[in-house]
């Protein structure tokens, strides 16, 4: 158990708590400065200290500037990186922890620290925007005396020659198509491979004249070629610091090594049976110590991503470093899915109108559209207790009939649908009727594009925490849809987190109404369960059916005060509902087709 473990269990008791005298001095005690900008630093630590913070604002329970409690932070800067020779001295002999960060076969190493890869080489202090690959190279042929400066200059007009020699142009390429023939350019092979051995002998010499001091930045700089893209830190570096940064956390051979050898080896059975080694418990917290004074004085690259802001670095879950979700209890849907599925009043009737083990009765069920459920009564439902009337705003019904003999000469007829709905403004609705005469088929389940938490947000942290920033209100000129001429909002949003069994992956998925929902309906989260949300005098006004009872996530909402809202606004909620029925052979080449169903309603 480390520090970051406690503070995740703290963060996920906090967001469940309704006091804000208690929350404010469960902060108070925490040694915020202490532990976000101590002398070992750490991002998941500080990733929960400060959503503990943020939601304590969130709730009104304390007074502190947002910007003060996110990075980046103070810490010890430069990186103080351990030479080569200091590195092999650490260890006796074989060295478990080198190898996995070092080695050839490695998978920390190469891809658990390509994390590193995010941060620029340029200092968050001193420049805007981070160093060009170019810029780095000259600013450090800048650096060399004369005579060296002169030698690396000759060395990349050479490098330069070879490259453009090398490579083939795009009148080249069609030439090349035309001809029939594989040309790279007009040099000949004989010249080219001289260019090739005078820029290794070149490059040999310059090695010679670089200063001791100045070697492994060079090494460092061949890497980087000469282009406009940024300069990111120097990941040899990165791992050896990791390396020497394990051994210092206190991992040694004498205490550790014999464990290791016999409770940790590659050969101790399946994945998720195998007992971690304690150093790579090491290795994850030197590398999440480094990540975090990466992102105080180092600039983050952007990755360019069209649907979110990327141009800096704003939290843990930017890098999917988020394992587990602290702020959601496993058996809370176990608890809640006890009674009796059949016996709840949002629960769809089961299908009956399946057809008899008959190959007639089966192809005649299969093109009948008489037996297709109807529509309008797949998204409406009635609580028979008070009976008020709900609506819902997603879900998926399936039903099959399977056989248990037979199963080669006869089907297994199976029918499905899924709803999906959209807020737009009334002025609107004759342009989505148009649109959709052109393409009514509805079964897709890319029709509608939910916004989801990534697998990385968690559902508690919605959606007052800054990693929900990007959140959009309305979709204008989505290309990705079919209503891309349309101005439209998603009413939902959907949480969903992987399970640890490596072995079974199965998902936690939630619904929730979607922030402009929320803020146009007055809603709060229950804090007694996480699918509920309240309206303004505490009455359940939105839930997710799944934590209620066995079967797949419904997204139901109360139809009065959902229509309060659209009525007020001039909006139109518009349903889409589409399906299939099909029969299932085990016989591949035995297909007899599908009929398909779709309708709008609103």
């Known amino acids: 158990l480390t520090l970051d473990d406690v503070y995740a269990a703290i963060y996920g008791a906090v967001v469940k708590i309704d006091d804000n005298n208690l929350i404010s001095k469960i902060t108070e005690n925490i040694p915020f400065e202490i532990v976000i900008e101590g002398e070992h630093p750490n991002i998941l630590l500080r990733d929960y200290i400060s959503g503990i913070y943020e939601y304590a604002i969130f709730r009104g329970a304390i007074s502190k500037d947002m910007k003060s409690i996110h990075s980046p932070y103070k810490s010890k800067w430069p990186l103080d990186i351990p030479g080569k ?9 074989f060295s478990r922890i080198k190898q996995s960060i070092q080695g050839g076969l490695n998978d920390f190493g190469r891809y658990t ?6 941060w620029s080489c340029t200092e968050l202090a001193t420049y805007e925007k981070p160093k060009s690959c170019k810029e780095v190279t000259k600013e450090f042929i800048e650096s060399l005396d004369k005579i060296t400066k002169s030698k690396y200059n000759r060395y990349l007009d050479l490098k330069i020659k070879q490259e453009k020699a090398d490579s083939l142009s795009t009148s080249q390429f069609f030439e090349t198509l035309l001809d029939g023939e594989v040309s790279t350019n007009n040099i000949n092979p004989d010249e080219k491979s001289a260019l090739k051995e005078q820029a290794s002998q070149m490059l040999e010499e310059l090695k010679s004249s670089i200063p001791e001091n100045k070697k492994e930045s060079f090494e460092w700089i061949q890497t980087l070629g000469i282009s406009d893209r940024p300069a990111k830190f120097n990941f040899e570096w990165a791992q050896r610091w990791v390396i020497k940064r394990a051994y210092e956390l206190g991992w040694s051979e004498s205490l550790f090594g014999e464990f290791e050898k016999n409770y940790c080896s590659y050969h101790t059975g399946s994945t998720s049976n195998k007992v971690e080694r304690i150093g790579k418990k090491y290795q994850w917290i030197a590398f999440h110590e ?3 004074i990466l992102s105080d004085n180092l600039i983050f690259i952007d990755r360019g991503y069209s649907d979110t802001d990327d141009s ?13 979700d602290p702020t959601t209890w496993g058996n ?16 769809s009737d089961n299908y009956k109108l399946f057809p008899d083990l008959d190959m007639e009765n089966q192809n005649e069920w299969l093109w009948d559209e008489a037996n297709i459920p109807y529509l309008k009564d797949c998204f409406q439902y009635v609580n028979s207790e008070n009976q008020t009337s709900w609506i819902s705003l997603s879900e998926f019904q399936k039903w099959d009939k399977k056989l248990i003999t037979k199963k080669e000469m006869f089907y297994e007829p199976q029918i499905w649908y899924r709803v999906n709905s959209l807020v737009i403004k009334k002025k609107d609705l004759k342009k989505l009727k148009s649109v959709v005469s052109k393409d009514n088929t509805f079964e897709s389940p890319d029709i509608i594009y939910i916004p989801n938490n990534q697998n990385q947000r968690y559902l508690e942290e919605y959606p007052w925490h800054s990693s929900y920033f990007d959140l959009s209100d309305w979709y204008q000129n989505n290309t990705y849809t079919i209503f891309h001429e349309l101005n439209y909002h998603i009413p ?19 619904y929730c ?7 146009g309906m007055d809603l709060k989260k229950s804090i007694n369960c996480h699918s509920e949300w309240l309206d303004r005098n505490n009455k359940l006004a939105f839930f997710d059916s799944s934590f209620k009872s066995e079967g797949t996530n419904k997204a139901i909402v109360n139809k009065e005060l959902l229509c309060h809202w659209l009525h007020r606004n001039d909006f139109v909620l518009v349903w889409l509902i589409g399906g299939e029925k099909r029969l299932i052979n085990h016989r591949i080449d035995k297909y007899l087709g599908r009929t398909l169903f779709s309708g709008l309603y609103y």
């Open 513 to 519: 109404p979607s922030n402009y929902l929320i803020k």
């Open 290 to 292: 480094l990540l975090a």
């Open 312 to 324: 800096r670095y704003f939290g843990a879950w930017q890098l999917a470093l988020r394992e587990f």
């Open 85 to 93: 020779d200091e590195i092999d001295r650490l260890g006796d002999g």
């Open 113 to 118: 620290m390509s994390d590193i890869h995010n």
């Open 332 to 347: 809370e849907r176990t608890l809640n899915t006890q009674l009796n599925y059949n016996l709840h009043w949002w629960v």
């Open 492 to 510: 939902l949003f959907e949480y969903s987190w992987p399970s640890d069994d490596e072995a079974e992956k199965t998902y936690t998925t939630a």
